[in-house]
Structure formats: C-alpha cells, structure tokens
C-alpha cells in the first residue's frame, strides 16, 4: 500500500511561487506512477502533472511552462514546482499515487493565488 502525504501549500501573491511536496510511505514508490491533482471551488478534479517511474512528464495544458513535476526514489518524494502562480491556480492539490493500476490519494494542500 503506498499512503500519500502532501505538504507546501499556502497563501502566495500572482506571480509568486511555490514547491508543493508530497512523500508517500511503501517499498514500491519508485515503480509508481504519480500525479498531481487539484480542484478548485464548484469545479471538477483535474489533472495537473504527472510523472512515470521512469520520469516521463506529462502537463495540463494550462500549466505547461510554468509547473514542473519531478520525484525523487530515494526519498519516496514527488514534487511539483509551481511558478508564474495565477489567480486561477487556486485550488486544494491532492497527490496521487498508482501502483499497479490502483488509486491512493492524499488529503489535499490548499494553495491560494492573491490577485
């Protein structure tokens, strides 16, 4: 079982940044696909960023250029740096992990982006 913990959240001015982290407990981490998710006030969940345990990246196209996805194996953590933050980032992000096809979410870290 692999439990996602997030954490980096917070309250940033438009323009700012910020690196979200999210570090998820299991021996199988590093053959985990894992993504980020984020859902915004009376939206659906969407896809933010994805990365493969072999590190191939994938991007919504709303965030391309200015969020970055990476992980590291060792520390069983994934990250997501977030720059250029638009008002319209603001969203509680939630990690997810899938080993073998099967969903494990995270509780969520709220970013707000003040305009």
């Known amino acids: 079982q692999v439990q996602p913990v997030e954490s980096g959240g917070g309250l940033v001015q438009a323009g700012g940044s910020l690196r979200l982290s999210c570090t998820a407990s299991g021996n199988i981490f590093s053959i985990t696909l894992m993504s980020w998710y984020r859902q915004a006030p009376g939206k659906q969940r969407e896809l933010v960023a994805g990365i493969s345990a072999g590190g191939s990246t994938n991007y919504a196209d709303s965030v391309k250029g200015r969020f970055t996805i990476s992980r590291d194996n060792a520390k069983n953590t994934v990250y997501l740096q977030m720059n250029s933050l638009k008002p319209d980032d603001t969203a509680v992000y939630y990690c997810?992990?899938?080993?073998?096809?099967?969903?494990?979410w995270g509780k969520g870290t709220l970013v707000t982006v003040s305009s």
């Open positions: 997810n992990a899938r080993p073998y096809g099967v969903n494990y």
